[in-house]
């Protein structure tokens, strides 16, 4: 069964806080990314990976960076939280073969910022 | 303009009965388009893909229409268990997908 996972489900930080939010997927996909989701916004992607050690900014990076030094885990980074960034944070990673794609997303980690 | 537009609802609807909603993009360029559901505070998964030709998957029928950029969903004899967020995504590439903020779809007994 596919999976996803990321580290934490709920987390709370204090503003100015470096924060590591860690996303891991068994399927042996090369793309990940990282959105973050809040009301009436939908989902907006910060950043994304197509490889190992490659990202690409996303719509919203600012304020955030990422890592992926192995092909299973991609990481988000807030440097310095603030209060802005307390939202829900979504990890995906996706299938694609020949115009068919599937992304699959982790279960989420819901950050508060205070 | 966003990418995606979703008219957010709810639609509140007893079971049984039938919902149709929605979602236009203002890319003309979009290449792949699905249906994703979003149960409360968990993670989207997907529904289904939408083809041109429409596509049915149960009791559940997707539509596309290039030349009015939208594409549709509809639910025939609702379930409880259909009460979700719906959420819209076009992709114009491997790595650009634009998500709709959602429609919430509510079934009631």
């Known amino acids: 069964d596919v999976k996803v996972t990321q580290s934490s489900r709920y987390l709370v930080k204090r503003t100015g806080e470096k924060v590591f939010l860690e996303c891991v997927q068994d399927m042996d996909h090369e793309n990940m990314f990282w959105y973050r989701q809040d009301p009436g916004l939908g989902l907006r992607l910060i950043y994304f990976s197509y490889d190992v050690k490659m990202k690409e900014k996303g719509d919203i990076p600012e304020g955030y960076s990422v890592s992926r030094e192995k092909k299973e885990r991609f990481s988000l980074i807030l440097e310095s939280a603030s209060t802005n960034q307390t939202s829900m944070y979504l990890c995906?990673?996706?299938?694609?073969?020949?115009?068919?794609?599937?992304?699959?997303f982790g279960p989420g980690t819901r950050l508060t910022v205070t | 303009r966003k990418e995606v537009e979703q008219d957010p609802g709810p639609f509140n609807v007893p079971e049984g009965a039938t919902v149709a909603f929605n979602c236009t993009y203002s890319n003309s360029a979009s290449q792949s388009f699905f249906w994703y559901r979003q149960d409360c505070r968990k993670e989207p998964k997907l529904l289904m893909s939408v083809y041109s030709s429409g596509n049915e998957d149960g009791r559940f029928t997707a539509q596309l229409n290039r030349a009015s950029q939208y594409i549709s969903l509809l639910i025939r004899d609702s379930k409880l268990s259909d009460s979700a967020t719906y959420l819209c995504?076009?992709?114009?590439?491997?790595?650009?997908?634009?998500f709709g903020a959602g429609t919430t779809v509510t079934v009631r007994a």
């Open positions: 995906a990673s996706i299938w694609n073969a020949g115009g068919v794609y599937e992304q699959y």
């Open positions: 995504v076009v992709t114009v590439n491997d790595y650009k997908l634009s």
